[in-house]
């Protein structure tokens, strides 16, 4: 489809899908630096798009009335408010038909198809660029983080801990639900292994408001002079900059998974009740990235938000697995 000028984009709702759409606005930008790429991101995603270089500019998603036009818009989520939201944006409006919303776009991709595929999420955000030219190909997402915040977050650090000493970074939460979070005794337990082994190793547990509670508890069970916690207390932004100076990450399925992807990070990603083929790390250019840790269990992956049952697919994922798989990533990061 021939588009020149400026494209609007609707941004993800989730961190995590916002991280992955970065790599399809690269693969994007790559064939077609000459476009101008215009996101429209709630408040939650907006910094992931700022720290985009292929994004030229963020804004609030259009109401129906704006008066804002573009050559073409591209709807990533496939809610019906997402494209009624987009329709007065441009004559070309595309994205995925679902929910009811195809009075509202113009190019629409079959939903049922591409999930019958059984592909990685970043294949969704490719093929909804590919309408714009077909050469797009899903990049590895990348972030820029500014010299300031980075600045604030090299102060933080020296503030938590001694210079030379290494840093794990631990995000206990998920914001999809409680079934995709590893037990807070296993992580307690985790903790309490490492201390006793690392000497030198601190952890930062990272969060946002709504899973502060879940960092609050590790520290509370385990009081350690090298156990520090920030959650709930830093932006988006500055989160990441903290979290580009650890050393590696232990985490969830989550947003920071992805982040910490984007960040280029190693470390391990915690997997139960969702599905990696489908949402698991992308690996970065060097190939050193996330590594995902999962037991087989007759019931997962459920892709439920609250286990039914006995959490089986987080619980029979041990500490001491865990723990054996850092120590070996530690020494090979020697």
């Given at each position: 489809m021939p588009v020149n000028g400026r494209l609007y984009v609707r941004g993800l709702n989730w961190i995590g899908d916002a991280v992955l759409s970065v790599g399809a606005l690269q693969g994007l930008k790559k064939v077609r630096p000459d476009i101008r790429i215009v996101v429209g991101a709630p408040v939650a995603t907006?910094?992931?798009?700022?720290?985009?270089?292929?994004?030229?500019?963020?804004?609030?998603?259009?109401?129906?009335?704006?008066?804002?036009?573009?050559?073409?818009?591209?709807?990533?989520?496939?809610?019906?408010?997402?494209?009624?939201?987009?329709?007065?944006?441009s004559s070309v409006r595309i994205g995925y038909a679902s929910e009811g919303r195809s009075l509202f776009l113009t190019r629409r991709l079959d939903y049922q198809h591409w999930?019958?595929?059984?592909?990685?999420?970043?294949?969704?955000?490719?093929?909804?660029?590919?309408?714009?030219d077909p050469a797009v190909r899903f990049e590895a997402p990348r972030l820029q983080l500014s010299e300031k915040s980075l600045a604030e977050a090299a102060q933080r650090m020296r503030e938590l801990v001694p210079e030379?000493?290494?840093?794990?970074?631990?995000?206990?939460?998920?914001f999809y639900g409680r079934a995709k979070t590893w037990p807070t005794h296993h992580f307690v337990a985790l903790l309490n292994t490492l201390m006793e082994t690392e000497r030198t190793l601190h952890a930062i547990l990272f969060s946002g408001q709504g899973d502060r509670p879940l960092a609050e508890e590790i520290v509370r069970r385990f009081p350690h002079p090298k156990v520090h916690s920030v959650a709930?207390?830093?932006?988006?932004?500055?989160?990441?900059?903290?979290?580009?100076?650890?050393?590696?990450?232990?985490?969830?399925?989550?947003?920071?998974?992805?982040?910490?992807?984007a960040l280029e990070k190693r470390g391990i990603a915690l997997f139960g009740p969702t599905d990696p083929v489908s949402t698991g790390p992308v690996s970065p250019p060097s190939g050193l990235g996330m590594e995902v840790l999962s037991v087989s269990?007759?019931?997962?992956?459920?892709?439920?938000?609250?286990?039914?049952i006995d959490h089986r697919c987080m619980e029979q994922l041990s500490p001491a697995l865990v723990s054996s798989r850092i120590?070996?990533?530690?020494?090979?990061?020697s």
């Amino acid at each position: 489809m021939p588009v020149n000028g400026r494209l609007y984009v609707r941004g993800l709702n989730w961190i995590g899908d916002a991280v992955l759409s970065v790599g399809a606005l690269q693969g994007l930008k790559k064939v077609r630096p000459d476009i101008r790429i215009v996101v429209g991101a709630p408040v939650a995603t907006a910094p992931i798009y700022r720290l985009s270089a292929s994004v030229e500019e963020v804004i609030a998603p259009p109401s129906l009335l704006s008066r804002e036009r573009f050559d073409a818009a591209v709807v990533l989520p496939r809610s019906f408010r997402s494209a009624w939201e987009s329709f007065s944006t441009s004559s070309v409006r595309i994205g995925y038909a679902s929910e009811g919303r195809s009075l509202f776009l113009t190019r629409r991709l079959d939903y049922q198809h591409w999930k019958s595929a059984h592909r990685h999420q970043s294949g969704y955000y490719e093929l909804l660029l590919t309408e714009i030219d077909p050469a797009v190909r899903f990049e590895a997402p990348r972030l820029q983080l500014s010299e300031k915040s980075l600045a604030e977050a090299a102060q933080r650090m020296r503030e938590l801990v001694p210079e030379g000493d290494r840093v794990m970074a631990i995000n206990p939460g998920a914001f999809y639900g409680r079934a995709k979070t590893w037990p807070t005794h296993h992580f307690v337990a985790l903790l309490n292994t490492l201390m006793e082994t690392e000497r030198t190793l601190h952890a930062i547990l990272f969060s946002g408001q709504g899973d502060r509670p879940l960092a609050e508890e590790i520290v509370r069970r385990f009081p350690h002079p090298k156990v520090h916690s920030v959650a709930g207390e830093l932006s988006l932004e500055q989160s990441a900059a903290l979290l580009s100076l650890c050393d590696f990450l232990v985490t969830n399925d989550s947003g920071m998974m992805h982040l910490g992807g984007a960040l280029e990070k190693r470390g391990i990603a915690l997997f139960g009740p969702t599905d990696p083929v489908s949402t698991g790390p992308v690996s970065p250019p060097s190939g050193l990235g996330m590594e995902v840790l999962s037991v087989s269990t007759s019931c997962a992956p459920c892709l439920l938000r609250e286990c039914p049952i006995d959490h089986r697919c987080m619980e029979q994922l041990s500490p001491a697995l865990v723990s054996s798989r850092i120590l070996t990533l530690l020494k090979e990061m020697s």
